[in-house]
């Protein structure tokens, strides 16, 4: 519960006798509210406060107000007194002509929430910045219009073709059932034909699982997404099977950064540096055939000590290695799932502060958000594109569109 209510009078809810009696009492609140900064940006527009005497012979001033009636997405309609001025020169910023009332405010309470700030925080945020008495609830009404936004982005159609599609999960804390459980977000991002890259959706479940990634790419395909001619993952087991499934001419790929580490974990301390060193001979090697005999002087090295290790490569092989069948422009872009490890770090950052999320909804409103701002920063197209859409164009000429 907020700090602040511990201030108020032990007899304050008693004077509401029903639910409109409170929402009739908060909406009267948030009116002053909002009238005070309209007065406030009238002093600024005239240049002096009200009664001051660096009014006098300034040229204009306060000429009462006007009643207007508008909208609030969360209040309804609410009939407010707009001051003005004997020039009829002042526009109200906070509520431009046809507009809704607090549009910049409930944009800004969705630019607050969007960064990770709890709903308690912004509550306090706008109470010190604006004035206005703003509760968690009518913030959490405020930031439900996402809601509509996510389903629309959600459902959008998308690209016939995707030259690459990186996909990976990130794991939230999610209440369900009264407890706080580990749920899954699935994202796939893909990079269009014009070098851009874009966030094709999200899903959630509660564990992340090849089967599930099926119904994934079954949804892109239902979207329009007609072939993938690359597609980068982790190791999950049955990965590669479920994108078969879904896209059968798509190569996969599986991330080299992800095998080192699954690798590493079974090695001691003291032989992670030589290990390491004899990786690095295997997946920088020039072609597949080097890094087949590099595997095999890896095996000699460490395959006694670390079976297991040397097992793993060997089982993946295939698909560890189709990256050595392209050009090295475009072996940088797909031997690693790196593009979307970082699109999960991006939204740890806005999504640091909410540790659990009451309910699936706040979560993909929370990682949406996130998304947006990660995106609008992907404002120009992959380094040396022209060059690299060459190569694509050259490799995959009957599936390419451009």
Known sequence: MDNQQS????????????????????????KQGVEEMLKAELDEHLGYEKHSKDGHNS???????????????????LV???????????????????????????????????????????????????GVEVSEGTISNVTNRIIEHVKEWQNRPLESVYFTVWMDGIVLKVRHNNKYINKC????????NDGYREVLGMWMAETESASFWLSVLTDLKAR???DILIACTDNLKGFTDAIKGAFPNAVTQLCIVHQIRNSCKYVVYKDRKAFCDDLRKIYTAVNRDHAADALEEFDKNWGTKYKHAVQSWRTNWDNL???????????KIIYTT???????????KYTKTKVQFPDESSALKAVYLAITNIEAKWSSPMQNWGFIQHQFLTIFENRCRI
């Open 185 to 192: 977000v699935y994202l796939v991002i893909g990079l269009k």
């Open 59 to 77: 040229g204009n001033s306060r000429n009462g107000t006007y009643t207007k009636k508008v909208k609030t997405e969360s209040l309804g309609d």
């Open 321 to 331: 290695t189709n990256y050595f069948d392209f050009p090295l422009e475009i072996r």
């Open 338 to 348: 790196n593009t979307i490890e970082n699109l999960n770090r991006g939204i740890r």
């Open 7 to 30: 201030n108020l009078p032990k007899d304050f809810f008693k004077q509401f006798k029903s639910k409109e009696d409170f929402q009739s009492f908060f909406s009267e609140l948030y």
């Open 224 to 226: 329009g997404v007609e």
């Open 80 to 130: 407010l007194n707009i001051p003005r001025d004997r020039n009829s020169e002042f526009t109200p910023q906070l509520i431009p002509k046809g507009s809704r009332m607090s549009e910049k405010l409930e944009e800004s309470i969705i630019g607050m929430y969007s960064r990770g700030m709890t709903t308690s925080d912004i509550s306090r945020q706008v109470r010190e910045v604006y």
